[in-house]
């Protein structure tokens, strides 16, 4: 080993100390002038992955209570039939409500929704917050077009609702009293239960962070695969007897004291008619083809059938023997 000189080990202990202050001159410039001085970009977060619908082993089907619909639900999932509130049901058919396994309402399917739904209030901003087509159903008007949405509704004056639900021919959850339109009038939808602290109308920002988180939850997977598995089979509609004084009711979709309304209506509109196949049209909502109204001798037998033309509903009449 060649021993350094006293003058060459000064040299190396200046050079030393001088590249130890440069160091820390450095340090001290990048504490104060970051900018300066590149680093290292942090990696980007991982982009959410939605969740995929549970496996087929784990759902069941259930059937609605008038037997022309059916859709399935997680096997840890209830669905209730359920009466209909007053004024939510045009024809008197029952509402039915699904819950999850804590037992809290997720959806409700409603067919032939009244006019007393709730709709958004004048003012209200809907935001999109998802939307997911849905494979053809048969005999849903623009069947094509269906999907699955979701949307947010805020308002200055009233709280948050994030609802998500079946749609058609590319309407939202907002239109036409609140509801879409499938094969008529057809409800089916549900609400996100929102935390008291931010469902307020002080906290629109912080209830679309919830609706948007939702979407990547098992939960949401699991209600877009309920909502696509709707299938309507109007053969399968159960018939229900009504009983009159003069005449005998089969109806379909329709309850038996709108049933008597409707055709009582129809019998006095055209209560001058003898002609057989004579048609009215009953608060707009039902056409009446009334067949053996007016003739003087009666037998038993059809006396007219009318149909809900808004929607799911029909019934029939017989002419009772006295």
């Keep these: 080993m060649v021993a350094l000189s006293q003058g060459s080990r000064r040299v190396a202990a200046v050079a030393g100390a001088l590249a130890a202050a440069l160091f820390l001159s450095s340090c001290s410039l990048q504490q104060f002038f970051p900018k300066a001085f590149p680093t290292e970009a942090p990696p980007p977060e991982p982009a959410p992955v939605r969740a995929s619908p549970a496996a ?33 049901s045009a024809t008197g058919s029952p509402a039915h409500e699904v819950r999850n396994a804590e037992g809290r309402l997720i959806a409700t399917l409603q067919q032939n929704p009244g006019d007393d739904l709730p709709e958004a209030l004048p003012g209200a901003a809907i935001q999109r917050i998802d939307s997911v087509p849905t494979p053809d159903v048969p005999l849903l008007v623009d069947s094509d077009k269906a999907q699955v949405v979701f949307d947010l509704t805020t308002h200055p004056n009233a709280k948050s609702h994030p ?49 948007k988180a939702y979407v990547y939850t098992q939960e949401y997977a699991d209600l ?58 009953v608060a707009d909502d039902y056409k009446c083809t009334l067949d053996i109204l007016g003739a003087k001798n009666l037998d038993p037998g059809v006396d007219g059938t009318c149909k809900y033309s808004p929607g799911y509903g029909s019934f029939s009449v017989k002419w009772r023997q006295q």
């Design 56 to 88: 087929d082993s784990e759902w069941k089907t259930v059937i609605t209570d008038s037997g022309d619909m059916a859709f399935r639900i997680r096997s840890d999932w209830t669905m209730e039939v359920v009466p209909s509130e007053p004024g939510f």
């Design 163 to 211: 609802i998500y639900g079946l749609t058609a021919g590319g309407k939202g959850l907002h239109g036409n009293k609140g509801y879409p339109l499938l094969a008529g009038p057809l409800q089916f939808q549900g609400e996100l239960a929102l935390d008291k602290s931010i469902r307020s109308a002080a906290h629109p920002e912080e209830a679309l962070e919830a609706a």
């Design 224 to 281: 877009v695969a309920m909502f696509q598995s709707l299938e309507y089979h109007p053969k399968e509609a159960k018939k229900t007897t009504c009983e009159g004084a003069s005449f005998v009711f089969t109806t379909k979709n329709i309850d038996c004291d709108t049933v008597v309304q409707v055709y009582q209506l129809a019998r006095w509109n055209r209560a001058w008619d003898s002609r057989k196949g004579a048609t009215v049209r």
